[in-house]
């Protein structure tokens, strides 16, 4: 664990040290070069860049930012982006500000009403919501989420679910009837249960929060700006949430009998112009490899914690990063997203539909900021891919001395770079439960106080060290091993649960093999470390990558729902647990067929990577 006495280290690049810079940058000297690197290694620059990282200067940033209500689109989220903009710019980094439309459906107003009973509980809508005036239909409790229809989706488009389409539920135990009613069902509103619902025939539905909490999300399930693959999935289904007492008052009347519920609902969808900032701390040539960082700067209402703290530890971290370029081995990109919640991750989405050709060629990978700087946080966590899992654990442990399990990502945040096949990073910091938890979280709570500078210090730390890591080692710390061998734990466990119903030797043998030449691999990296290793690495894994995160494959965005990795074949549970003679099992079989030669041929791609990469090497 890194001492308290390297954390406080004093700025000696403050404004005397920036204004030599610009002066520096203005002759021609300063500019990054290998031969500039400092001799004192990793360590010893993870040290000078985390004390270029202030706690006051935190602190006056987080001001500057909270003041302004950021809903993507407003005048508040262009303030915002100005005034980082002007900040950068200040001490001569490149900033790139482009503008693009998007998508976006911005929540309104909502009303519930039971007319009978004189009752009319607070209500907000939701992003995505359809717009519905006056809707008048019987009330059906449907319980819980986990009480809902289990939902399959394959490759995004078909839809399996128990029943055959609307009227099956009607007879179809336990479910209960809701065609042309109003359904009432304690849980998050999420694309998941939206999807469910609607497929269920339900003319709208009340979402109960589990607490005294109204938290504004989305139910779509389009990834980014919606196009001619998925626009069907924008959905119509009219949504509303109530506290959980209010909840419990309709079930409450739902248990004397019939109850007629009112209810209305808007949201503004549509088309609206964004900004996407975007900072460079440029590599050792113009066509080094880099690493992408980025985080959202859009939030809901003032968006203390969410996500204004990680806003200013993106700044913090990309100013320090320029002012020890010349030590750098890599480039960094650090993007401030827009279009975040409104948009379900449209500015990350439209940066990749941009520049899709670039990142396969000279990304390496990407580091997400979310959620910094909770007061009273105490328990650090992750969401990697395998092949970046050893780097959060090790950086975590150094920096803070506990250990972490990454959990595998999912389907949030601004993680839009599956399909081109990067490696991804989140650390989190966040309260426990029994201090409350993140209870302020995507509500008009989430304030300026709900945010700590000093333990922002920490989280910015923890990112700086890790960003320090990947651009400044010799060896690119990438892991090929945990990669082929994650695929090969999901392979077996797969092969379990489906028996004799699906042979996956031949994918096993073939991960097996691989598993080998990538070890070789990595020896060889370690041996003749450089940018061309450093693509050459990623450029293998990435098929690999691809069949363990995506549905889609590379140019088409998943949907925005969780199917845990290896999700083309999910469907083995459907297999296992239908007769032959069923739709349902040869469907699943079909799927799982031609998933299997997605797979094999991923494999081989890596396969031959592996190979050639060896044999370019002396």
């Known amino acids: 664990m890194r001492s308290a006495a390297a954390r406080a280290t004093p700025n000696l690049a403050g404004p005397a040290g920036a204004a030599l810079l610009l002066v520096l940058l203005a002759s021609g000297c300063g500019g990054p070069g290998p031969a500039d690197r400092s001799a004192g290694g990793p360590d010893e620059l993870i040290q000078a860049v985390q004390a270029e990282i202030q706690v006051a200067a935190m602190n006056e940033e987080l001001d500057s930012i909270v003041q302004y209500d950021r809903l993507s689109g407003s005048p508040g989220e262009l303030a915002a982006m100005e005034y980082l903009r002007r900040t950068l710019e200040a001490e001569g980094i490149p900033v790139q500000v482009d503008t693009f439309m998007a998508y976006i459906s911005d929540p309104v107003s909502a009303s519930v009403e039971v007319p009978a009973a004189g009752f009319a509980p607070q209500a907000i809508t939701v992003s995505g919501s359809g717009t519905v005036k006056n809707l008048q239909a019987q009330l059906v409790d449907v319980g819980t989420l986990e009480d809902l229809p289990p939902l399959l989706m394959e490759g995004g488009e078909r839809i399996v679910l128990d029943a055959d389409g609307p009227a099956g539920y009607a007879e179809h135990p ?105 900072a460079t701390v440029p590599g050792p040539t113009p066509d080094a490899p880099y690493v992408l960082a980025g985080g959202h700067l859009d939030a809901w209402y003032h968006g203390g914690t969410d996500n204004a703290g990680a806003n200013v530890a993106m700044l913090e971290t990309t100013r320090a990063l320029f002012r020890h370029r010349s030590e750098l081995r890599r480039g960094l990109v650090m993007a401030w997203w827009p279009g975040h919640s409104n948009g379900r991750y449209a500015g990350s989405t439209w940066f990749v539909d941009q520049k899709f050709d670039e990142l396969r060629r000279r990304a390496l990978a990407y580091v997400n900021y979310e959620g910094m700087g909770q007061i009273d946080a105490k328990r650090f966590g992750g969401a990697t891919t395998a092949s970046l899992s050893a780097l959060a654990r090790d950086v975590v442990l150094q920096e803070t001395g506990d250990s972490i399990r990454p959990r595998p990502p999912g389907r949030s945040s601004d993680e839009s770079f599956n399909g081109v096949g990067l490696p991804l990073l989140e650390i989190s910091h966040s309260r426990l439960d029994q201090d409350g938890g993140y209870w302020w979280w995507h509500t008009p709570d989430d304030t300026r106080d709900k945010v700590d500078a000093e333990v922002l210090k920490v989280d910015a730390d923890i990112y700086a060290a890790v960003l320090t890591r990947l651009l400044a080692e010799p060896v690119y710390p990438v892991s090929l091993t945990a990669v082929v061998e994650r695929l090969g734990t999901l392979l077996a466990e797969r092969q379990e649960t489906a028996g004799t119903r699906l042979d996956l030797s031949e994918a096993m043998a073939r991960q097996a093999r691989l598993l080998e030449t990538v070890k070789q691999v990595e020896a060889a990296a370690a041996k003749k470390p450089g940018p061309d290793m450093d693509l050459a690495v990623v450029a293998l894994l990435r098929p690999l990558h691809r069949v363990l995160y995506t549905l889609l494959g590379p140019y088409h965005p998943d949907p925005a729902i969780s199917e845990g990795p290896l999700p083309g074949l999910n469907a083995v549970d459907m297999l296992a647990a239908n007769d032959p003679s069923t739709d349902r099992h040869q469907f699943a079989r079909t799927t799982l067929l031609r998933e299997l030669a997605r797979i094999l041929e991923a494999l081989d791609d890596a396969q031959a990577r592996a190979e050639a990469l060896l044999g370019r090497q002396p």
């Open 174 to 278: 336990p479910y209960p009837d809701v065609r042309g009613k109003i359904a009432l069902v304690t849980g998050a509103p999420r694309p998941e249960p939206a999807l469910q619902l609607t497929l269920m025939g339900a003319a709208g539905a009340v979402f109960v929060h589990p607490e005294e909490l109204l938290n504004d999300l989305t139910i779509t399930s389009v990834w980014g700006g919606p196009s001619l693959m998925d626009y069907h999935r924008i959905p119509t289904l009219p949504v509303a949430e109530v506290k959980r007492s209010d909840g419990d008052r309709l079930r409450a009347l739902l248990a004397q009998g019939r109850v007629q519920l009112r209810m209305s609902t808007e949201t503004k969808t549509g088309w609206k112009k964004l900004p996407l900032l975007v």
